[in-house]
Protein backbone atom coordinates (compact mmCIF):
# COMPACT_ATOMS: atom_id res chain seq x y z
CA UNK A 1 0.00 0.00 0.00
CA UNK A 2 0.96 3.53 -0.68
CA UNK A 3 0.74 6.79 0.86
CA UNK A 4 0.32 8.87 -2.81
CA UNK A 5 -2.58 10.56 -3.61
CA UNK A 6 -5.10 9.58 -6.54
CA UNK A 7 -3.93 12.33 -8.54
CA UNK A 8 -0.54 11.21 -8.32
CA UNK A 9 -0.96 7.35 -9.21
CA UNK A 10 -1.33 6.28 -12.67
CA UNK A 11 -4.63 4.62 -12.72
CA UNK A 12 -6.82 3.89 -15.93
CA UNK A 13 -9.32 6.22 -16.55
CA UNK A 14 -12.91 5.30 -16.09
CA UNK A 15 -15.17 5.69 -19.03
CA UNK A 16 -18.05 8.54 -19.08
CA UNK A 17 -21.63 7.42 -18.85
CA UNK A 18 -23.66 8.08 -21.60
CA UNK A 19 -26.59 10.68 -21.61
CA UNK A 20 -29.14 7.65 -21.57
CA UNK A 21 -27.23 6.44 -19.05
CA UNK A 22 -27.64 9.25 -16.69
CA UNK A 23 -31.42 9.20 -17.53
CA UNK A 24 -31.85 6.41 -16.89
CA UNK A 25 -29.42 6.65 -13.42
CA UNK A 26 -31.88 9.42 -12.77
CA UNK A 27 -34.95 7.88 -13.06
CA UNK A 28 -34.00 5.10 -11.10
CA UNK A 29 -33.08 6.92 -8.51
CA UNK A 30 -36.64 9.10 -8.51
CA UNK A 31 -37.89 5.64 -8.45
CA UNK A 32 -36.44 4.87 -5.23
CA UNK A 33 -37.06 7.92 -3.21
CA UNK A 34 -40.02 7.99 -4.54
CA UNK A 35 -41.16 4.39 -2.91
CA UNK A 36 -39.08 4.95 -0.11
CA UNK A 37 -41.72 8.43 0.69
CA UNK A 38 -44.36 6.51 -0.17
CA UNK A 39 -43.52 3.55 1.61
CA UNK A 40 -43.13 5.73 4.90
CA UNK A 41 -46.44 7.17 4.55
CA UNK A 42 -48.51 3.64 3.85
CA UNK A 43 -46.36 2.58 7.17
CA UNK A 44 -47.48 5.69 9.23
CA UNK A 45 -51.54 5.24 7.85
CA UNK A 46 -51.31 1.67 8.37
CA UNK A 47 -50.11 2.24 11.87
CA UNK A 48 -52.53 5.00 12.40
CA UNK A 49 -55.30 2.90 11.71
CA UNK A 50 -53.94 0.07 14.03
CA UNK A 51 -53.98 2.78 16.53
CA UNK A 52 -56.78 4.21 16.30
CA UNK A 53 -59.43 1.19 15.51
CA UNK A 54 -58.79 -1.91 17.42
CA UNK A 55 -55.79 -4.13 17.44
CA UNK A 56 -53.14 -1.41 19.40
CA UNK A 57 -56.20 0.55 20.65
CA UNK A 58 -55.38 -0.42 24.35
CA UNK A 59 -51.74 -1.30 23.89
CA UNK A 60 -50.61 2.53 23.21
CA UNK A 61 -51.37 5.41 25.45
CA UNK A 62 -52.43 8.67 23.71
CA UNK A 63 -49.22 10.32 24.30
CA UNK A 64 -47.04 7.21 22.84
CA UNK A 65 -48.68 7.58 19.71
CA UNK A 66 -46.23 9.56 17.79
CA UNK A 67 -43.41 6.52 18.85
CA UNK A 68 -45.62 4.40 16.39
CA UNK A 69 -45.22 7.18 13.65
CA UNK A 70 -41.59 7.37 14.12
CA UNK A 71 -41.40 3.50 14.17
CA UNK A 72 -43.75 3.33 10.85
CA UNK A 73 -41.57 6.17 9.11
CA UNK A 74 -38.43 4.23 9.64
CA UNK A 75 -39.80 0.75 8.66
CA UNK A 76 -41.97 1.99 5.24
CA UNK A 77 -39.33 4.32 4.24
CA UNK A 78 -36.49 1.48 4.83
CA UNK A 79 -38.80 -1.06 3.11
CA UNK A 80 -39.18 1.10 0.48
CA UNK A 81 -35.33 2.21 0.06
CA UNK A 82 -34.19 -1.39 -0.23
CA UNK A 83 -37.01 -3.59 -1.89
CA UNK A 84 -36.38 -1.62 -5.55
CA UNK A 85 -32.68 -1.68 -5.01
CA UNK A 86 -32.33 -5.06 -3.98
CA UNK A 87 -35.11 -6.08 -7.53
CA UNK A 88 -32.02 -3.27 -9.32
CA UNK A 89 -29.21 -5.34 -8.19
CA UNK A 90 -31.18 -8.69 -9.87
CA UNK A 91 -31.03 -6.93 -13.15
CA UNK A 92 -28.29 -4.41 -13.61
CA UNK A 93 -24.75 -6.16 -12.70
CA UNK A 94 -21.20 -5.56 -13.69
CA UNK A 95 -17.62 -7.23 -13.34
CA UNK A 96 -17.07 -5.80 -9.94
CA UNK A 97 -20.61 -6.62 -8.49
CA UNK A 98 -22.35 -9.58 -10.36
CA UNK A 99 -26.22 -9.69 -10.46
CA UNK A 100 -27.84 -10.83 -7.08
CA UNK A 101 -29.54 -14.28 -8.17
CA UNK A 102 -33.27 -14.96 -6.43
CA UNK A 103 -31.91 -16.57 -3.67
CA UNK A 104 -30.24 -13.87 -2.32
CA UNK A 105 -32.29 -11.41 -3.11
CA UNK A 106 -34.68 -13.45 -1.38
CA UNK A 107 -32.63 -13.38 2.00
CA UNK A 108 -32.14 -9.53 1.73
CA UNK A 109 -35.57 -8.87 1.27
CA UNK A 110 -36.12 -11.14 4.35
CA UNK A 111 -33.60 -9.25 6.48
CA UNK A 112 -34.99 -6.01 5.43
CA UNK A 113 -38.40 -7.51 6.66
CA UNK A 114 -36.52 -8.66 9.55
CA UNK A 115 -35.39 -5.66 10.73
CA UNK A 116 -38.71 -3.81 9.69
CA UNK A 117 -40.35 -5.89 12.68
CA UNK A 118 -37.17 -4.92 14.76
CA UNK A 119 -37.82 -1.08 14.30
CA UNK A 120 -41.49 -1.40 14.84
CA UNK A 121 -40.93 -3.22 18.42
CA UNK A 122 -38.50 -0.87 19.18
CA UNK A 123 -41.34 1.84 18.58
CA UNK A 124 -44.23 0.06 20.50
CA UNK A 125 -41.62 -0.23 23.58
CA UNK A 126 -41.20 3.81 23.47
CA UNK A 127 -44.43 4.18 23.12
CA UNK A 128 -45.05 3.04 26.43
CA UNK A 129 -43.38 5.97 27.76
CA UNK A 130 -46.43 7.88 26.90
CA UNK A 131 -47.92 6.47 30.41
CA UNK A 132 -45.63 8.83 31.74
CA UNK A 133 -43.73 11.03 29.73
CA UNK A 134 -45.69 13.54 27.83
CA UNK A 135 -46.54 13.74 23.73
CA UNK A 136 -43.53 15.40 22.89
CA UNK A 137 -40.76 14.11 24.92
CA UNK A 138 -42.08 10.33 23.82
CA UNK A 139 -41.66 11.57 20.14
CA UNK A 140 -38.39 12.68 20.63
CA UNK A 141 -36.96 9.68 22.66
CA UNK A 142 -38.79 7.76 19.90
CA UNK A 143 -36.93 9.67 17.28
CA UNK A 144 -33.34 9.00 19.11
CA UNK A 145 -34.42 5.25 19.91
CA UNK A 146 -35.38 4.03 16.50
CA UNK A 147 -32.99 6.12 15.09
CA UNK A 148 -30.13 3.94 16.31
CA UNK A 149 -31.88 0.51 17.21
CA UNK A 150 -29.62 -0.36 13.80
CA UNK A 151 -26.17 -0.40 15.51
CA UNK A 152 -26.55 -3.05 17.43
CA UNK A 153 -27.15 -4.91 14.20
CA UNK A 154 -24.54 -3.47 12.68
CA UNK A 155 -22.12 -5.03 14.73
CA UNK A 156 -22.80 -8.46 14.84
CA UNK A 157 -20.48 -10.79 12.73
CA UNK A 158 -22.71 -11.54 10.19
CA UNK A 159 -20.27 -13.59 8.23
CA UNK A 160 -20.09 -16.19 11.03
CA UNK A 161 -23.43 -16.63 10.65
CA UNK A 162 -22.96 -17.43 6.87
CA UNK A 163 -25.38 -13.82 6.31
CA UNK A 164 -22.55 -12.15 4.89
CA UNK A 165 -23.60 -11.97 1.82
CA UNK A 166 -26.95 -10.74 2.78
CA UNK A 167 -25.86 -7.34 4.10
CA UNK A 168 -22.79 -7.10 1.07
CA UNK A 169 -19.44 -6.65 1.44
CA UNK A 170 -17.76 -3.46 2.67
CA UNK A 171 -15.08 -2.03 0.21
CA UNK A 172 -12.00 -2.65 1.75
CA UNK A 173 -12.74 -5.11 4.46
CA UNK A 174 -10.88 -7.77 5.37
CA UNK A 175 -13.41 -9.99 3.62
CA UNK A 176 -13.28 -8.51 0.63
CA UNK A 177 -9.29 -8.86 0.41
CA UNK A 178 -9.65 -12.08 0.72
CA UNK A 179 -12.16 -12.76 -1.83
CA UNK A 180 -9.40 -11.33 -4.28
Same mark, same amino acid.
Given at each position: ???? /????? &????????? +???????????????????????????????????????? %??????????? *????? /???? =??????? %???????? =??? =? &?????????????? *???????????? $????? $?????????? =????????????? &??????????????? +??????????????
Amino acid at each position: MSAE /SGAER &PGTRRPQRS +FAANVAFGAGMLLVLATATLGAFAAVALLGGAVDAAPLSN %IVPDDGNNALV *VGGIA /SGGL =TGLMLPV %ILFGMVRG =TED =T &PRVGPGAAARKALA *VLVFDVCLLVVA $LLVSQ $LGWFLPAQLT =TVVAVFAVGFSWM &PLAMVPWERFGLGDV +FGRRRGSAASRQAE
